[in-house]
């Protein structure tokens, strides 16, 4: 296949877990869209095209290992999860529901494929570290992945375990931050002053990239070109826009946590090319 079909692709992909995110929160009457559609198109590309994994073993010793940190933005993971073949795309009609193996943050116990259980904002990171030290001192050569959100990387405990990563020269671990300028509370800039943000990463001697978070070229580039890093871990910051996908979500913060009316989910049905 060549990039132009395999970026055709993986944007097809990425629309119908776009979809797929719409309908869960619209059926569960919760969720959190905004955040789970800024960082649908890293899944994808994960999933779909970078990963080392096995669908029929979730628990394979040597495959690749992605924890989302944010994990509020599970309704994405769950889609890819489901489309991947991990299990039914019928479940994906029980997100937030007693019983459900979809719970609102992501749990290694219930869900085939979730890695780690997440969502506890901060704590991605460190138990990326951990599993990227294991693979050392096993030698094992699977990557760990981590995407972590704007907010979350205001907790002391991201930059505890960035320098931690950095002392044991985790070339095997490759970390995201979907930086889309928002948290919960507002923008990024008025809650908390963090940015700028690459020389905070640089600064903690990591190896360090800023792409367009929704460029799937851009993408595979920046993990290829992290791969290639001999001594330092990775941290690729994506520039990203909350609710990228459909006009009347982007930028609106109002969509961080919020359930789409049925007029809008025909809007997205149209936009998105679903039934």
Same mark, same amino acid.
């Given at each position: 296949?060549?990039?132009?079909?395999? @970026?055709?692709?993986?944007? +097809?992909?990425?629309?119908?877990?776009?979809?797929?995110?719409?309908?869960?929160?619209?059926?569960?009457?919760?969720?959190?869209?905004?955040?789970?559609?800024?960082?649908?198109?890293?899944?994808?590309?994960?999933?779909?095209?970078?990963?080392?994994?096995?669908?029929?073993?979730?628990?394979?010793?040597?495959?690749?290992?992605?924890?989302?940190?944010?994990? &509020?933005?599970?309704?994405?993971?769950?889609?890819?999860?489901?489309?991947?073949?991990?299990?039914?795309? /019928?479940?994906? &009609?029980?997100?937030?529901?007693?019983?459900?193996?979809?719970?609102?943050?992501? /749990?290694?116990?219930?869900?085939?494929?979730?890695?780690?259980?997440?969502?506890?904002?901060?704590?991605?990171?460190?138990?990326?570290?951990?599993?990227?030290?294991?693979?050392?001192?096993?030698?094992?050569?699977?990557? +760990?992945?981590?995407?972590?959100?704007?907010?979350?990387?205001?907790?002391?405990?991201?930059?505890?375990?960035?320098?931690?990563?950095?002392?044991?020269?985790?070339?095997?671990?490759?970390?995201?931050?979907?930086?889309?300028?928002?948290?919960?509370?507002?923008? @990024?800039? /008025?809650?908390?002053?963090?940015?700028?943000?690459?020389?905070?990463?640089?600064?903690?001697?990591?190896?360090?990239?800023?792409?367009?978070? &929704?460029?799937?070229?851009? @993408?595979?580039?920046?993990?290829?070109?992290?791969?290639?890093?001999?001594?330092?871990?990775?941290?690729?910051?994506?520039? +990203?826009?909350?609710?990228?996908?459909?006009?009347?979500?982007?930028?609106?913060?109002?969509?961080?946590?919020?359930?789409?009316?049925?007029?809008?989910?025909?809007?997205?049905? +149209?936009?998105?090319?679903?039934?």
């Amino acid at each position: 296949m060549n990039v132009e079909n395999d @970026i055709k692709k993986l944007q +097809t992909i990425s629309d119908h877990i776009r979809l797929d995110i719409m309908k869960m929160v619209y059926e569960a009457k919760d969720g959190h869209p905004g955040p789970a559609f800024s960082i649908a198109d890293l899944i994808t590309t994960l999933y779909f095209k970078e990963m080392k994994i096995d669908p029929q073993n979730p628990r394979w010793e040597d495959r690749d290992r992605f924890i989302l940190s944010k994990g &509020h933005a599970c309704p994405a993971l769950y889609s890819a999860l489901a489309r991947k073949g991990y299990f039914s795309m /019928d479940e994906l &009609h029980g997100l937030r529901k007693l019983g459900s193996m979809l719970q609102g943050h992501p /749990d290694m116990n219930k869900t085939p494929g979730i890695d780690i259980t997440s969502g506890s904002l901060g704590n991605g990171l460190s138990m990326a570290v951990g599993m990227a030290i294991a693979a050392k001192y096993r030698k094992k050569s699977y990557y +760990t992945y981590v995407a972590m959100g704007d907010g979350e990387i205001q907790e002391g405990l991201v930059w505890e375990a960035a320098m931690c990563a950095s002392k044991y020269k985790l070339n095997n671990l490759i970390a995201f931050v979907d930086h889309n300028g928002w948290q919960s509370g507002g923008s @990024i800039h /008025d809650v908390s002053g963090l940015l700028p943000v690459l020389p905070k990463w640089q600064a903690f001697n990591w190896d360090c990239q800023v792409i367009d978070g &929704h460029d799937f070229e851009q @993408i595979i580039q920046a993990i290829a070109q992290a791969k290639k890093s001999t001594d330092k871990p990775s941290m690729i910051i994506l520039k +990203t826009i909350k609710g990228k996908g459909l006009s009347f979500m982007e930028n609106d913060n109002s969509w961080h946590k919020r359930v789409p009316t049925a007029e809008q989910m025909e809007q997205a049905i +149209t936009v998105l090319g679903g039934e």
